[in-house]
C-alpha cells in the first residue's frame, strides 16, 4: 500500500538550513505537501508542489521533488527558533498519506 | 475569521460513553475529513465527506459515525468510548476532493478515563 516515511529528527542551530528529507511509494501522486505542526495546535500548511514541477520557492522555504525517486525534501533557511516543530511530508493520490512527522529542533 | 473550527477543544469523560465532536468550515469548501492522531503524532484519516456524501471510510469501528447535515460541518460521533479512543482529532476541509490542500482545525483532545 502507499507508504510516506521521513526522519523522525532534526536537529539545527539558529541560523543554519534546515533540510528535510521524505519518501514515498505512490507513483500516482498528484499532489505533495508540507505541514508544520506546533505543540497543541493543528497542522498549517507550510507549502505544496504538484507532481509534474521539480522545485518551488516560497520565501525562506524550497521544496525539491525527485519523481524519478519518489523523494522530496524541505529546505528552511535561515533557520530561526520558531521554525521549532514537527514537519509532516504528506502526498495525494487517491487519499491523502501522511508521513509520521520529523522534529525539529533548533539551538540558539 | 476562524477558518476550520471544532468543538469541543477538550473532552475527558469515562470509558462507556457517547460524545460528539462538531466541526465547521467557513472556507466554502467542498470537502471535509476527519483525522486520528494518536500518542506518536501518527495521523490516519478516518473518514471524508464530498458535498455531504461519504467518498473515504477508513477501517474503523463501527462506534464512530460521522454526520454531515450541510457541506460546512462535519460532525463525529463515538459511541462505547474505549481506552484506546484517547488521541486528537482532526477536522479539515479542502476545495475539492482531487487534492487541493487540506486545512485543518485545531483538534480535539480526547481522554478516556
Known amino acids: 500500500g502507499e507508504d510516506v516515511e521521513q526522519s523522525l529528527f532534526l536537529s539545527v542551530r539558529e541560523g543554519d538550513s534546515s533540510v528535510i528529507n521524505c519518501t514515498y511509494t505512490?507513483?500516482?501522486?498528484?499532489?505533495l505537501y508540507w505541514y508544520k505542526q506546533e505543540p497543541g495546535a493543528g497542522l498549517q500548511l507550510l507549502t505544496y508542489?504538484?507532481?509534474?514541477?521539480d522545485m518551488k520557492q516560497d520565501q525562506r522555504l524550497t521544496v525539491l521533488l525527485n519523481k524519478k525517486d519518489k523523494h522530496l525534501s524541505l529546505r528552511i533557511a535561515d533557520t530561526q527558533t520558531g521554525d521549532s516543530a514537527i514537519y509532516f511530508c504528506?502526498?495525494?493520490?487517491?487519499?491523502?498519506?501522511f508521513g509520521a512527522g520529523t522534529r525539529l529542533f533548533v539551538k540558539a | 475569521d476562524t477558518a476550520v473550527s471544532q468543538t469541543p477543544k477538550y473532552l475527558v469523560t469515562q470509558m462507556g460513553n457517547d460524545k460528539s465532536i462538531k466541526c465547521e468550515q467557513n472556507?466554502?469548501?467542498?470537502?471535509m475529513y476527519w483525522y486520528k492522531q494518536d500518542s506518536k503524532k501518527f495521523l490516519k484519516i478516518m473518514f471524508s465527506?464530498?458535498?455531504?456524501?461519504?467518498?473515504i471510510n477508513e477501517t474503523v469501528p463501527n462506534r464512530f459515525s460521522p454526520k454531515s447535515p450541510d457541506k460546512a460541518h462535519l460532525n463525529l460521533h463515538i459511541n462505547s468510548l474505549e481506552l484506546g479512543d484517547s488521541a486528537v482529532y482532526f477536522c479539515?476541509?479542502?476545495?475539492?476532493?482531487?487534492?487541493?490542500?487540506?486545512?485543518f482545525g485545531d483538534g480535539t483532545r480526547l481522554s478516556i478515563l
Open positions: 508542489i504538484f507532481s509534474n514541477m
Open positions: 505512490d507513483s500516482s501522486s498528484t499532489y
Open positions: 479539515a476541509s479542502s476545495q475539492d476532493s482531487e487534492g487541493q490542500p487540506q486545512h
Open positions: 504528506a502526498e495525494r493520490g487517491f487519499k491523502t498519506i
Open positions: 472556507l466554502g469548501h467542498d470537502t
Open positions: 465527506y464530498n458535498n455531504k456524501e461519504l467518498i
